[in-house]
């Protein structure tokens, strides 16, 4: 299972990619391969605001359901469309064409509260 | 009982007394008392017998049953109000409802053994979408009031998603909805904090405060009315909009689709399902596409299979309870699936032209109806109406009415000078006449002169624009194609040969208690002094039923060891929300509203959040420990840090896991010492009956899964029923009723539409009960433990069990646990699932409550033999496994991966897996004799849930499949 250094962590297991402001959120490897095949993602609408640690979608598989939980706060910017019309991307590709939301990050250091990549293959023990 | 007389007892229990010795020498107890005493904790052992009468034989309790059923009046019945008689198809009747090849099968989570029932919902679904010109609809609810109150309750969770901050939270009731349904509403919207609005809809004026609005089409005294503008009213404010319409009207009626309608619900139960005194029938629940996410209840869904042939399959169960507990859209489980498929059957007998026909036959009835009493001084006063005259009548209706009785008539009385008639299937021209006459003598006048054959004109029944419908309906081909007796007796048996049901082999459901549902038990269901009745007639019509109720009450009370009972949720899972609603009730009562935490253990049935949430109250979840137990050290914690708003806790006895656990009265003592009370889910009362109760333990409210422990059929998910029994204190809030004197003197509304849930198979259970007396429902819970230890004791060397009392003992079921074969073989539950399949059998539960385990129910009812074949399956089937383990067959490419296997797989050309067809599909001796046959291989659950589709697929597919 694979977690790129460069991202970080949640413990409910989304991640984040910050680049110039911006931040890319998905899910992880783990988080996918638990679920099973993924067959729906609830996205907010561009705009929303997001208030870190709280509730921005819902991702459904066909036996599991879960809650997607904001790394960061900030106002979403742009919705993967792909994760929307073909969410089996999320399972094939969790950190590339399966992100789901890209956000202008409202309070960068809400960065140190993150996880970094070995921090949490250490909470999922891998 | 004379000793020559037929004892039930011994066609109840499959094992007989030559083979009970074996199997306790297996289980290494002497006797079956040794058994239950190491199985049951003393100290809540009842001390003494069930003051049960003794049970008589089948002959002698169905002539009892006879004079019963004879103190009912079987009257002519034109009172509406969402019932109406219709004619059963006898081909229907026969082949679909009396049939167990039909009636005893389980919910169709084990998709590739119930293709038939699947399509045949799927058909129900189709006719539903068609008929009011909706996009998606549901498998069936279970009446059309509780239909309704989902309806209010999925828009209130839609304007709750779509607004941050305060959401609207008004609702606006037609004054002209059926009272029953309004009933309904209120139970629902109250302790959810939605306000109700009654009024009229011509003259509401809505704002931004509400989300949605319910009307009924046509109205509670038959009008028909233009809505239209209301519903573009409604709409601009952003609110929106139920339409309850009579399904049938439909035929001939601009459908709520055309007219802007969001949702639409209600009833179909004219399409040929008996009126039951008010039930099981199934409920439609329809809506537009882009609620589909938030819709109630199950779902038919088209997939693919292995062999990506068509198959069907429930799905986005993701809404469901099961998966998502206290954010569940419903608590809804068990629905009406015997019922709809009924439904379902009625169209695909009668077809386009036949419903249309059936519904202007009505119509042109209720026409000539109107034009003769109108020669007679009565006024029809609905401007346009499909099937119910709204009459103001010349004289008051209290003189028309023991006419009325007198000639065996029914009709709808409003007030001293309006009455009501609905016209139905069943009113043939001399009913017609019969009407004519009463009403002549009411009003002292002679009999008109008129002809029958003149004034019934089926040619002359358009309505003006916009009432007249214009667009076709039911075109699909399953609805033109079965309309000879042959053809639909085919088709019927075509689908019922897909599905394995308990005519087949045992179906070791988990907490579904899968037992014997005994023809004698079933026969009364279709008795005309059960099935034909209104359930709105006087009281003093259904003195036979109230007989039957009153003598039911009090087994299920002795049963229970607790004070009062409510026959009237429909449910397991309304069981849970009426008692909840009781509970809340009490506390409000005693001025204490202020306590809605309901504790609920981390093991709990989904239904338990859910109804929860439903009725007010907020979860607060108690941790299990590693041996499956309630931790009560984290109970106590919980139950003190909220013990001044501590509501309930709700728990589910034997465990969801099987087993009796040594601590309950301590539970129950530490809930009651913070001031809340126990609801007991009983789910598993099958392990009780005789030997401890809900009252021994200490709960104060349970209900009775009347389709589990009592013997009624699962239907292949419903019908089902859920009444509750509760302790002295808590009886004056049982559930009333808006038109029948039911509950305590402080009721809560409604639960269901009809006072008494569902009537005619109340009779199922009581029949159980009196044939079997309260010594044999006690023996049937001493065979259910045997046969679960045995089973246990076979199969405990070859899986691991998870979960077993202090003594090494399971209640009535347990938990084999596969789970650490997946890292080595990649074996998961499901292969073992669709394996079972190959050998004949319905898999065990799967995935609750311990995902990735199989927990088996035997139930009293089967065989040693039968006992045996199951076990030497899963056997045989670790053996498999274990090829896998020793490298001797591929983790990929195995009998395993691969099942079930169909006839058309095993027979191909094309065979080119690692193994033989023949230990594919004959893998124990035992399978030849009696070969069952998946119909499609292994469904493809994710393409089904990523390309939704509810209704039979496009005419195309079909053609493309011949190719």
Request: a negative charge; one cysteine or more.
């Amino acid at each position: 299972m694979n977690f790129p250094a460069n991202l970080k962590y949640t413990k409910d297991h989304e991640w984040i990619r910050i680049d110039g402001g911006f931040g890319w959120i998905g899910i992880t490897d783990y988080a996918q391969s638990e679920l099973g095949d993924i067959v729906f993602v609830e996205l907010p609408a561009v705009g929303a605001k997001l208030e870190q640690g709280k509730t921005f979608g819902t991702i459904e598989a066909v036996k599991a359901v879960s809650d997607l939980y904001a790394p960061m706060s900030g106002e979403v910017v742009e919705i993967n469309k792909e994760v929307q019309d073909s969410p089996e991307v999320v399972n094939k590709e969790p950190y590339e064409r399966g992100w789901m939301i890209k956000v202008k990050i409202a309070n960068s250091a809400e960065l140190s509260s993150l996880l970094d990549a070995d921090s949490y293959k250490k909470l999922i023990g891998k | 009982m004379f000793p020559y007389e037929e004892n039930f007892q011994s066609r109840h229990l499959g094992v007989g007394e030559a083979d009970l010795q074996k199997m306790l020498n297996t289980i290494g107890v002497s006797s079956l008392d040794e058994l239950i005493d190491q199985t049951i904790p003393q100290r809540i052992r009842l001390r003494k017998p069930l003051e049960i009468p003794e049970g008589v034989g089948e002959f002698r309790f169905l002539r009892d049953l006879q004079s019963v059923a004879a103190r009912n009046k079987v009257f002519k019945s034109y009172i509406g109000l969402g019932y109406y008689d219709t004619i059963t198809p006898s081909v229907i009747l026969r082949n679909v409802f009396q049939n167990p090849g039909w009636y005893t099968q389980y919910t169709p989570y084990q998709a590739e053994i119930a293709q038939g029932r699947l399509e045949a919902l799927l058909n129900f679904q189709t006719m539903v979408i068609d008929l009011t010109k909706l996009d998606v609809a549901n498998a069936s609810l279970l009446d059309e009031g509780t239909a309704a109150a989902e309806a209010m309750s999925m828009l209130f969770g839609l304007a709750q998603k779509s607004t941050n901050g305060q959401p609207a939270n008004k609702f606006f009731v037609s004054e002209t909805c059926f009272p029953q349904t309004i009933d309904i509403l209120k139970t629902r919207a109250l302790p959810v904090g939605i306000e109700l609005v009654l009024g009229n809809h011509e003259k509401a004026r809505l704002d931004r405060s509400f989300f949605g609005a319910i009307v009924q089409y046509p109205a509670e005294h038959g009008a028909v009315y233009d809505f239209r503008s209301f519903i573009n009213h409604t709409h601009e404010v952003g609110a929106k909009v139920v339409v309850a319409a009579d399904l049938l009207s439909l035929a001939l009626l601009t459908p709520p689709g055309e007219f802007g309608a969001d949702v639409a619900v209600g009833s179909t139960q004219r399409f040929g399902v008996p009126l039951g005194y008010g039930g099981p029938h199934a409920a439609y629940f329809a809506t537009r596409n882009e609620f589909i996410r938030q819709m109630p209840g199950r779902i038919i869904g088209v997939s693919v299979d292995a062999q990506n042939n068509r198959a069907y399959r429930m799905t986005l169960q993701t809404r469901e309870q099961h998966i998502r507990r206290e954010k569940a859209t419903s608590n809804i489980c068990t629905a009406q699936a015997l019922l709809a498929i009924m439904a379902g059957m009625y169209a695909v007998y009668h077809g386009p032209q036949g419903i249309k026909r059936i519904a202007s036959g009505i119509h042109a009835s209720a026409k000539a109806l109107a034009n003769m009493l109108k020669e007679l001084g009565y006024t029809q006063l609905n401007e346009v109406y499909f099937d119910t005259l709204n009459i103001r009548s010349p004289v008051p209706t209290s003189k028309i009415r023991p006419i009325a009785e007198r000639s065996g008539i029914n009709f709808r009385y409003i007030d001293d000078k309006h009455f009501g008639i609905s016209v139905d299937e069943a009113t043939l021209p001399h009913d017609l006449e019969a009407i004519v006459r009463v009403c002549a003598e009411a009003s002292g006048k002679s009999m008109p002169a008129f002809s029958l054959e003149k004034e019934i004109r089926i040619t002359d029944v358009g309505y003006p624009p916009p009432h007249q419908r214009t667009s076709d309906y039911l075109q699909h081909p399953v609805f033109n194609q079965y309309h000879s007796e042959t053809e639909m007796m085919r088709y019927i048996k075509m689908l019922e040969n897909k599905d394995l049901s308990l005519t087949h082999s045992m179906i070791p459901l988990g907490s579904c208690t899968m037992k014997l549902n005994a023809a004698t038990e079933l026969f009364p269901v279709s008795w005309k002094e059960f099935a034909n009745i209104h359930p709105f007639v006087p009281q003093d019509q259904i003195e036979g039923y109230r007989q039957v109720f009153s003598e039911l009450e009090s087994f299920l009370c002795e049963i229970t060891g607790l004070h009062a009972c409510s026959l009237q949720p429909n449910s397991g899972a309304q069981g849970e929300f009426a008692g909840l609603l009781v509970i809340r009730a009490y506390h409000q009562d005693r001025g204490e509203g202020k306590r809605n935490v309901a504790l609920i253990p981390s093991s709990a049935h989904g239904t338990n959040p859910a109804s929860a949430v439903m009725a007010g109250y907020k979860v607060v979840v108690v941790k299990c420990d590693d041996m499956g137990n309630i931790d009560v050290d984290d109970l106590r914690r919980k139950a003190e840090e909220h013990k001044n708003d501590l509501a309930a806790l709700m728990v589910t006895y034997p465990s969801t896991h099987g087993v009796f656990e040594e601590a309950i009265q301590d539970m129950c003592d530490i809930v009651h010492k913070y001031g809340g009370l126990v609801y007991m889910d009983g789910a598993n009362l099958n392990a009780q009956v005789g030997l401890t109760s809900p009252g021994v333990i200490g709960a104060d409210v349970c209900h009775i899964n009347l389709h589990k422990t009592f013997s009624i059929p699962h239907g292949g998910g419903g019908p089902g029923m859920g009444p509750i029994c509760v302790a002295k204190n808590l009886a004056p809030y049982l559930p009333g009723h808006p038109l029948v004197k039911t509950g305590g003197e402080k009721a809560i509304h409604a639960v269901s539409a009809a006072p008494w849930g569902s009537p005619s198979i109340l009779l199922i259970s009581y029949a159980y009960i009196k044939m079997l007396g309260g010594k044999g429902i006690t023996e049937a819970t001493r065979y259910a433990i045997l046969n679960a230890n045995y089973l246990k004791a076979r199969l405990e060397s070859h899986y691991p069990v998870l979960y077993q009392g202090e003594k090494g003992r399971v209640a009535h079921e347990f938990i084999l646990d596969p789970r650490e074969l997946k890292a080595t073989t990649g074996v998961d539950v499901e292969d073992i699932a669709k394996r079972l399949m190959d050998y004949g059998f319905h898999a065990p539960t799967v995935s609750f409550p311990v995902p990735g385990t199989l927990m088996i129910e035997p139930t009293e009812s089967e065989s040693k033999a039968e006992l045996d074949r199951f076990a030497d399956s899963l056997i045989a089937i670790r053996k498999e496994i274990k090829e896998i383990e020793d490298g001797k067959s591929s983790k990929e490419d195995n009998v395993l991966k691969n099942a079930p296997h169909t006839a058309q797989a095993a027979l191909s050309e094309a065979w080119n897996r690692p193994y033989s067809r023949y230990k594919a599909v004959y893998p124990l001796g035992f399978v030849r004799q009696n070969k069952f046959w998946p119909s499609v291989g292994r469904i493809n659950n994710s393409y089904g849930d990523r390309n939704i589709v509810c209704s039979c697929p496009p005419i195309e597919a079909y053609v493309e499949e011949e190719i």
